[in-house]
């Protein structure tokens, strides 16, 4: 049986339904909803939801960003920055029901549509959960930590050992 999947603009009625499928997947790294929906507000052109048969399955969170600077965990960003020059994608979340359709490939390509169009260089984010083999599929390279500042790699660490700092160029 074949599902219907499209991935819609994320609006602030979704907010529930993505705390849920972040606790879900993520619950090493737990989201206050406050965070959600400021990342949301602040950027709403980079938020996106993921409906399986109508039903919430996945989201994005992305937005412009300062390369080599990451957001912190949990944390309000306060603002996209004015002089951003990376477009960072913060979270790409799937419910295991979506993974395997193809969802998640179709969404980054309009990520980096929409990146190239706001005319960024390069897409960043961080790759965690064993992501970075998907990632590298998609043409993102990970930075070598001996690369990186050591304010990023101490960042990298508080996500997780494996976190990688991962870069697309276009």
Do not use: C
Request: charged content about 20%; cysteine-free; proline content about 7%.
């Amino acid at each position: 049986m074949t599902s219907e999947m499209r991935w819609r603009p994320l609006i602030v009625s979704d907010l529930p339904a993505v705390e849920a499928i972040a606790k879900i997947v993520h619950p090493d790294f737990p989201k206050d909803g406050a965070v959600f929906a400021e990342q949301q507000r602040l950027y709403p052109d980079g938020t996106r939801l993921l409906e399986l048969d109508g039903v919430p399955a996945g989201y994005v969170l992305s937005h412009p960003w300062h390369f080599k600077q990451l957001p912190e965990l949990n944390a309000l960003p306060g603002a996209v920055p004015e002089y951003a020059n990376t477009y960072y994608i913060h979270d790409l979340v799937l419910l295991n029901k979506a993974r395997g359709t193809g969802a998640a490939a179709k969404i980054v390509g309009e990520i980096q549509r929409h990146a190239r169009g706001r005319g960024f260089a390069n897409m960043s984010l961080v790759a965690v959960n064993g992501s970075v083999p998907f990632w590298h599929k998609h043409g993102f390279r990970a930075v070598a930590p001996s690369a990186l500042a050591a304010e990023l790699v101490a960042k990298l660490n508080s996500y997780e050992a494996a976190a990688r700092f991962m870069v697309k160029t276009f």
